[in-house]
Every structure is written in C-alpha cells, then in structure tokens.
C-alpha cells in the first residue's frame, strides 16, 4: 500500500473512532467489527466459535482480545460475501467483519471468512462511503482461525497493517493461521 493511502486510511480511522483506546472498548462497542452467523444449522458450534473468538490471546506476555460484535441474526442466513457487504448498514463501523459459515461450523479447525472492502483508491470521498456503495470487485476474503481474529481485529481497526498482509499470508489451503516467528 502506498503511504499516502495508508495515511489517508489513519487520518480516516481516527476521525471515524476507529481508533478508541482498547480500555474504552467493550465486547460491544458500536464501533466493532461484526461476527456476522450466515449458517443457522449448529446453536453449540456456533457457541464454540465465539467461544474460541473471544478467547484471549497471549503475545509478548498481555493478553489480545478481539473486539467484536456477534451477529445472529436470520436475516443474514445463507448470504454469500457480496450479498453481505451490501446488506449492512449505512453506519457499519469500518470496511471489513467476519463470517461464520458452514465451513467455519464443519470444519475441526472453524477458519472463519474474513471480508474486507476497503476502497481501491486515495480519494477521501470513498472512504466515506457506505456498504452498499462498494463496487463488487472491491470485496475480498480469505479464511482464519478463530485465534487470529484478535490480531486482525486489532490491526485493520487501527490501520497498522492493511487486508492484504493478511491475505498474502495464508497458508496453501487459503487459510491464515498467524505470522511466521
């Protein structure tokens, strides 16, 4: 990402509230990221998965917590990506939430769909625009475990690092499972 952007992207986040500090932050602070459930076939699965989202990380000796809002509601059930980006609200806090599918329900390690829609460009217009502005192509994804939310979480909310860190460091299965050590 090029610094302006980047910058751009900062200044966005900060005049936006992107930014409050974690000790202002509750597990349902309106500016957090969403869990949105699409798949309603499994109550314990899903239970398990938020579970093992809000569950605390450890790094350098502190505890990380992802600062999410859990969504479970119908309305969301069986929505692919794109369908999802547009059918959130005008007033969605930021430009990426995560999603609890069948996959993230059936498979034993519950990679959970990261989506991000970020806006392509340096222009401070587009970054005030809502969900459902955002052009199709401009949606992207990949998968995580559950114990990397937290470090995603943090670091889109804050613009330290940018969707495609992320994306670019999955495994071959598509799947991020954290930074190499």
Request: one cysteine or more; hydrophobic letters at 35%.
């Amino acid at each position: 990402m090029k610094y302006t952007h980047r910058a751009y992207v900062v200044i966005i986040a900060l005049l936006t509230g992107c930014g409050v500090p974690p000790n202002q932050m509750t597990d349902q602070d309106e500016q957090n990221p969403w869990v949105i459930r699409i798949d309603f076939t499994d109550n314990e699965k899903w239970a398990v998965v938020c579970d093992l989202i809000a569950a605390p990380q450890i790094d350098i000796g502190q505890k990380i917590y992802a600062y999410v809002q859990y969504k479970d509601e119908k309305r969301y059930a069986d929505m692919d990506c794109h369908e999802l980006v547009q059918s959130l609200p005008n007033d969605y806090p930021g430009f990426f939430c995560f999603m609890v599918d069948a996959t993230t329900l059936n498979d034993d390690e519950h990679p959970i769909l990261v989506v991000g829609f970020s806006p392509n460009s340096v222009e401070m217009e587009d970054y005030q625009r809502t969900p459902k502005q955002t052009p199709l192509s401009e949606i992207k994804t990949f998968r995580a475990i559950p114990a990397t939310i937290q470090s995603i979480e943090n670091n889109l909310s804050i613009a330290n690092m940018d969707f495609e860190d992320f994306a670019d460091s999955v495994d071959s299965d598509g799947v991020f499972r954290g930074f190499p050590r």
